[in-house]
């Protein structure tokens, strides 16, 4: 059932302060929480390194329990601050923020809770909020637009590399012999995308001096091809460019949608009044 009510005047000064990094006190709880993700982040990482840990245990322990302990609060305040906290609690950062706090308690009731190491890790992801990195999800889609609109042009550019490939593990089969590595021509395909993609792991390399000199065209050739997606992509983005709209990083209290424009006054989606009164 939809609630109503109208947020309190505290709830209405948490929101603007968790939510909102447009004020000074945003930018501050912002910069705040930074700071304890990245100390975090550099706790987990320190403790996954077998002898600091032993050396620096209680030291580590206590501080992930702190930190612990400001993350639930931190989330708490994320749902009470909000019109409709089940909308907060079941959206991707809800349950980022969930798996990045409910670690440490679970270690309680589960023995070997060095693995739920990955689910603290997650606490990294927060910092795209902080940053408000997620305004340049429009961005982002964008770029997708890009690529299906190029999908024709880069599947017959892969099939292209893919056939030239084929073709120079094939002559690459011919002229070494097992001793330098190319025991196949699936092993000498293997060894033409290695060394066209310029990765060379060096584990297959050719003896010959003919063999050298493909090798050497090759690696030429994969400079000039790898920037060739990258053009595809290009030139579908400078084709589909959408002028961009100035948001900020205002964050509904009713639905808790985000990028509203500038000097919004109401919710582009639920239409809820912007401006605490």
């Keep these: 059932m939809e609630n109503n009510k109208p947020l309190k005047k505290w709830q209405q ?103 739920l190491v990955a689910l603290r890790a997650l606490r990294l992801m927060r910092i795209f909020r902080i940053l408000k990195l997620v305004r340049f999800i429009g961005e982002s889609n964008n770029f997708i637009i890009a690529l299906k609109a190029s999908r024709v042009r880069i599947f017959i550019f892969i099939s292209f590399i893919l056939i030239l490939c084929t073709i120079l593990g094939t002559i690459m089969y011919l002229i070494e012999d097992d001793s330098s590595g190319f025991t196949s021509i699936p092993e000498s395909v293997y060894w033409a995308i290695v060394t066209l993609t310029t990765v060379g792991y060096g584990d297959i390399a050719p003896v010959t001096p003919f063999g050298q000199f ?29 002028k961009s709209v100035q948001t900020n990083t205002q964050s509904c209290p009713n639905c808790s949608v985000e990028k509203h424009r500038d000097n919004a006054e109401f919710c582009y989606k639920c239409g809820h009044t912007l401006k605490h009164e």
């Design 13 to 115: 000064k948490l929101h603007e302060i968790i939510y909102e990094a447009d004020t000074p006190a945003g930018k501050l709880f912002d910069v705040i929480l930074f700071i304890v993700i990245i100390a975090s982040i550099v706790f987990v990482m320190l403790e996954s390194v077998r002898s600091i840990d032993i050396k620096y245990h209680n030291f580590l322990n206590i501080a992930e329990w702190v930190i612990t302990i400001l993350f639930t609060i931190e989330y708490i305040a994320r749902i009470v601050s909000v019109k409709k906290p089940l909308k907060y609690i079941t959206s991707f950062y809800g349950i980022i923020d969930l798996l990045a706090t409910i670690p440490k308690y679970l270690s309680l009731i589960f023995i070997g809770s060095q693995h």
């Design 214 to 242: 493909i090798a050497s065209l090759v690696m030429i050739l994969g400079y000039a091809i790898i920037v060739i997606p990258t053009g595809i992509i290009t030139s579908e983005l400078v084709k589909d460019s959408i």
